[in-house]
């Protein structure tokens, strides 16, 4: 059996039944039919970046997408259409669109997993979020047994979800099409932290390239980015979005972005340092990171049970100091918090 702690940036995780690796879409498709003829559990993966798999493993068939390949038009006045396997690196696509001269993805930088993981998570950095440059996801539909398109306003989009998030395995991503701007000018700078390491006032623009560098700059000192050899999944936690008399009761240093809904968003972050949890505590091998609070971290051969013992006293940190329930951006599979 494959230990899927070999699949994961976490490097945690038992067994999986099966695991097969689909290069082709042909492949991916009759090997889900033929999971779901049995009624075989299953799992799909990619990059393995967004996901806590319980120490007991996976009793069915785990399928990594590991398809590859792209088209794309590049017109002079209209920008670039990419249509993009879901097994190819996201950031790997995102150095290819700078190559052409195409704008839009530089903010997006440096974010691990695949091009089919980006949609369902709807991933999002420095104040952009890839949903801004979708024009379909093209899916195939276990249900209906056929493919289906997504337009981009049928994906549903919301902070860190999507259809795709909440309609569970229905729908498996088989490559998504991106419209990019031409431009050697990056979109409005409107993250403080990023604006201050390009040197420049919020609503600036820079050169894309300067913008890729920059963050990728940030992201490495956050301990976020692949080949470090760190073990995280990222930001493990999404940032709590809350109404308006909830936020007006934290401390007036507390970051707050107000939303179009009349919500407001808060930074899971600074209400993990400031309910007094540290970088560094651990519990067995799980650890905060020591370069980012929102990095849970398999310091040292650490099991998932530890992580989540980690993430559980994190949330109920959080919870008694400022009444906000944290909830994970993490898929977990086998496990529960």
């Keep these: 059996m494959s230990k899927l702690a070999d699949y994961t940036t976490l490097r945690v995780g038992g067994p999986a039944a099966l695991l097969i690796r689909a290069e082709t879409e042909a492949q991916l498709i009759a090997e889900i039919e033929a999971a779901d003829a049995s009624q075989e559990p299953l799992l799909i993966i990619g990059g393995g970046s967004n996901i806590l798999v319980?120490?007991?493993?996976?009793?069915?068939?785990?399928?990594?997408?590991?398809?590859?390949?792209?088209?794309?038009?590049?017109?002079?006045?209209?920008?670039?259409?990419?249509?993009?396997?879901a097994g190819v690196p996201w950031d790997e696509f995102v150095a290819f669109t700078l190559s052409k001269g195409l704008a839009n993805l530089e903010c997006l930088s440096g974010i691990p997993g695949t091009v089919g993981g980006a949609p369902i998570q709807n991933i999002g950095a420095y104040g952009h979020e890839v949903a801004e440059v979708i024009a379909r996801v093209r899916t195939y539909d276990r249900e209906a047994k056929a493919i289906k398109t997504f337009t981009a306003a049928e994906c549903g989009f919301t902070y860190r979800s999507s259809i795709f998030k909440?309609?569970?395995?229905?729908?498996?991503?088989?490559?998504?099409?991106?419209?990019?701007?031409?431009?050697?000018?990056?979109l409005a700078i409107a993250y403080p932290e990023l604006a201050r390491e390009l040197n420049v006032r919020i609503g600036d623009r820079a050169p894309i390239q300067s913008v890729r560098d920059a963050v990728l700059a940030l992201r490495k000192?956050?301990?976020?980015?692949?080949?470090?050899?760190?073990?995280?999944?990222?930001?493990?936690?999404?940032?709590?979005?809350?109404?308006?008399?909830?936020?007006?009761?934290?401390?007036?240093?507390?970051?707050?972005?107000?939303?179009?809904?009349?919500?407001?968003?808060?930074?899971?972050?600074?209400?993990i340092e400031n309910s007094g949890v540290a970088k560094g505590f651990a519990i067995g091998g799980a650890a905060i990171s020591d370069l980012h609070v929102l990095a849970l971290t398999n310091a040292e051969g650490a099991t998932a049970s530890e992580i989540l013992q980690l993430a559980a006293h994190v949330i109920a940190s959080v919870k008694?100091?400022?009444?906000?329930?944290?909830?994970?951006?993490v898929r977990l599979v086998g496990a529960t918090l």
């Excluded at 309609?167 to 419209?179: N, Q, W």
């Excluded at 008694?320 to 951006?329: M, Q």
């Design 54 to 85: 319980g120490d007991e493993g996976f009793k069915g068939t785990v399928i990594k997408v590991e398809t590859s390949g792209n088209s794309y038009e590049i017109d002079a006045c209209s920008g670039g259409m990419l249509q993009v396997a």
């Design 166 to 186: 909440e309609s569970g395995d229905r729908y498996v991503i088989l490559d998504v099409t991106f419209h990019l701007r031409n431009g050697e000018e990056s």
């Design 221 to 271: 000192k956050k301990g976020m980015l692949e080949g470090l050899g760190i073990h995280s999944a990222g930001s493990f936690f999404t940032n709590p979005i809350v109404s308006r008399a909830i936020a007006s009761q934290l401390p007036v240093d507390a970051p707050q972005w107000p939303q179009e809904d009349d919500t407001v968003k808060l930074s899971a972050a600074w209400l």
């Design 320 to 329: 008694k100091t400022f009444g906000i329930t944290l909830e994970p951006e």
